[in-house]
């Protein structure tokens, strides 16, 4: 058995394909996944949102990119 790995997603994108990605990965639903990372980011102020996204963005490779 293989693990899927982390790559942002082409068809399942708002942003950059993170949250759709990691939705992929672990099959889950992007939706409810995008929702709850908004509400963690916005009620926790301990938890920097936007700064997680961020690094995810740069660390993750695209779904096409891949070599």
Do not use: K
Request: hydrophobic residues 55%.
């Amino acid at each position: 058995m293989s693990a899927r790995p982390f790559i942002r997603s082409r068809s399942d994108r708002m942003i950059a394909g993170v949250m759709g990605g990691i939705a992929r990965r672990f099959g889950w639903s992007s939706n409810l996944l995008r929702v709850v990372f908004v509400l963690v980011s916005i009620l926790s102020a301990g938890f920097p949102g936007i700064l997680v996204y961020l690094i995810l963005w740069l660390l993750m490779p695209d779904e096409g990119n891949l070599a």
